[in-house]
């Protein structure tokens, strides 16, 4: 208890705004898992831009309360209810054990995904065209597109043969991706080993039983916290043993993975702010649809690549988005 106090009190110095105008401003409840970082990440400040190209400026026109469970599952829990105590007229929350959290919480305070993979699968919506409850926003379903990551990385390596699959147990979408990248690969002939962790200490040990017994490619399935905060270990995992890293994020191969084809998540975050409009302006959770991202992004580090004596075919960076020098 002593540490949750101690959360709370960081916290509360965190979500501390500039002086607002005397009339009622809308609360926004911001729920974390990751830190709370400042300046804000890039996905944070792509959602503050989408507020503010809607007029709500925090500190003005609007205050947001921040919660974050700094890395900690066991506390989401309580950092739902304790940002509920606050009086918040909504929550915005990415992530699938933030969602929940925030669910189970409350029935009532409308919430926001801002950027979750398959809402129907992990049960916090009933459908995408009609979430039911009080839950919407913007997702995403990672496992449609495993197919065609272990393609892509199938092109790039042609002689490829076996492949790592890294995932979280904990996280339904990232089980549902594993399986989805498992199936792919055996139909594109390579042979899959499939490495569920659920901590640090697991990933690093995995990685080391790793370089002893190198894949051909390296998948990263998993979700949330745990690969946003090991991605420089991952990437440099990939770099010094030569060995490819495939992965959902774009950030991952920003950090010195060799490819990603994902959704632009800051680009939906963005767009969650359009959703926290309609709910401010008295739209029901039940009657938004949740939406999907339109924009895939093929981004591949030519950096990496070079270090690990890959060269990508003329046809992958012609299909490239972005090509990371």
Excluded: C
Excluded at 22 to 39: D, F, K, M, N, W
Excluded at 284 to 298: C, H, R, S
């Amino acid at each position: 208890m002593n540490r949750r106090a101690a959360l709370l009190a960081l916290l509360a110095l965190a979500s501390a705004s500039a002086p607002l105008h005397a009339q009622r401003v809308p609360r926004i409840g911001y729920l974390l898992q990751s830190p709370l970082t400042e300046p804000p990440s890039r996905e944070r400040q792509a959602f503050l831009d989408g507020l503010r190209e809607l007029g709500y400026v925090p500190g003005k026109t609007v205050e947001i309360v921040y919660r974050s469970a700094e890395d900690q599952p066991e506390f989401m829990d309580d950092m739902a209810r304790e940002l509920l105590s606050q009086k918040v007229d909504l929550v915005v929350v990415s992530g699938v054990m933030g969602t929940l959290a925030a669910k189970k919480a409350t029935r009532a305070i409308p919430i926001v995904m801002l950027a979750l993979g398959d809402p129907v699968g992990v049960g916090a919506v009933h459908s995408l065209g009609r979430p039911e409850a009080n839950v919407t926003g913007v997702s995403f379903i990672s496992s449609d597109l495993a197919a065609k990551r272990a393609q892509l990385v199938k092109e790039i390596v042609p002689k490829s043969k076996n492949i790592a699959i890294l995932w979280d147990p904990g996280n339904a979408n990232a089980r549902n991706e594993a399986t989805a990248t498992i199936a792919a690969a055996r139909k594109l002939g390579m042979a899959p080993r499939s490495l569920a962790l659920s901590s640090d200490a697991a990933l690093r040990d995995a990685l080391h039983a790793l370089t002893t017994r190198k894949p051909d490619v390296l998948y990263v399935a998993f979700e949330g916290g745990l690969v946003a905060r090991n991605r420089t270990l991952i990437a440099e995992f990939g770099v010094n043993n030569r060995v490819p890293v495939i992965s959902g994020w774009s950030f991952m191969t920003e950090a010195g993975g060799l490819i990603s084809y994902a959704p632009d998540i800051p680009g939906m975050f963005r767009r969650g702010a359009y959703y926290v409009h309609r709910v401010l302006q008295g739209a029901k959770p039940a009657q938004l649809p949740v939406e999907q991202p339109t924009k895939i992004e093929l981004v591949l580090n030519r950096k990496t690549a070079r270090a690990i004596g890959v060269s990508f075919p003329r046809s992958i960076l012609l299909r490239a988005d972005r090509v990371i020098e």
